[in-house]
């Protein structure tokens, strides 16, 4: 699926590449994410966040909890109001002790896209992460980058990273997106936004 001579090519954009092939087969990954939603519904560390859906796909071994709490979100930085103080979030995430699939995965499709980029790439968490219609998360940083899949989108989701936005196609394209600067990710569309968001920890 993903080899690890993928070539991965930079864009027009500062804090984006990607895979110069398109080796994800979206409506597989699709299916299997409207199955598990069907069956268990998603997560969240905060009912009160109402625009934060997430399905984790990993965990640390043997350990229901790792995909709990703060763990679904992960620790970033903010600047929640109009004062120039950066404020830190949420404890920080063993994301390399994130080894083992959720049971729930295990023989899918998502495992072996999860496998693939494990043998591409150093990786840590890996999530399903949706977006409802028109809503955005908050303008932050994370400590790592990003790999995204994206699985349903439309013409109106936007990452916007530092003064750049680009718009993802959901086309079998990976992407990685340097999250170390500050973004946030709107849904301008009509429509449920859902990536399949895997960190990406540096070797």
């Given at each position: 699926?993903i080899k690890?001579d993928s070539?991965?090519?930079n864009t027009?954009?500062?804090y984006?590449?990607h895979?110069?092939?398109?080796p994800?087969?979206?409506?597989?990954?699709?299916?299997?994410y409207?199955?598990?939603?069907d069956?268990?519904?998603?997560v969240?560390d905060?009912?009160?966040?109402?625009?934060f859906n997430?399905?984790?796909?990993?965990?640390?071994p043997?350990?229901?909890?790792?995909?709990?709490g703060?763990?679904v979100r992960?620790k970033?930085w903010?600047y929640?109001t109009?004062?120039?103080v950066?404020?830190?979030?949420l404890p920080y995430?063993?994301?390399?002790?994130?080894?083992?699939?959720?049971p729930?995965?295990?023989?899918?499709?998502?495992?072996?896209?999860?496998?693939s980029l494990?043998s591409?790439w150093?990786i840590?968490?890996?999530?399903?992460?949706?977006?409802?219609?028109r809503?955005c998360l908050s303008w932050h940083?994370?400590?790592?980058r990003?790999?995204?899949?994206?699985?349903?989108?439309?013409?109106?989701?936007r990452m916007?990273?530092?003064?750049?936005?680009?718009h993802m196609?959901?086309n079998g394209t990976?992407?990685?997106?340097?999250?170390?600067?500050?973004?946030?990710?709107f849904?301008g569309?009509?429509?449920?936004?859902v990536h399949?968001?895997?960190?990406?920890?540096?070797?």
């Open positions: 699926m690890n070539i991965i090519v027009k954009y500062k984006l590449e895979t110069l092939n398109k994800i087969d979206i409506p597989r990954l699709w299916n299997e409207i199955w598990f939603l069956d268990y519904g998603t969240t905060d009912p009160s966040i109402i625009d997430a399905i984790c796909l990993n965990r640390k043997g350990d229901e909890k790792s995909i709990t703060g763990n992960g970033y903010t929640p109009d004062a120039p950066e404020q830190e979030r995430v063993d994301e390399e002790s994130y080894t083992e699939i959720c729930e995965f295990e023989g899918t499709y998502t495992e072996e896209v999860i496998k494990a591409r150093k840590g968490r890996a999530r399903f992460l949706m977006k409802p219609p809503s940083r994370d400590p790592e990003r790999i995204h899949i994206p699985v349903k989108t439309n013409l109106g989701c916007v990273i530092e003064e750049e936005a680009f196609p959901a990976i992407y990685i997106t340097d999250n170390r600067v500050y973004h946030n990710f849904n569309g009509e429509e449920n936004r399949l968001v895997v960190t990406l920890l540096e070797k």
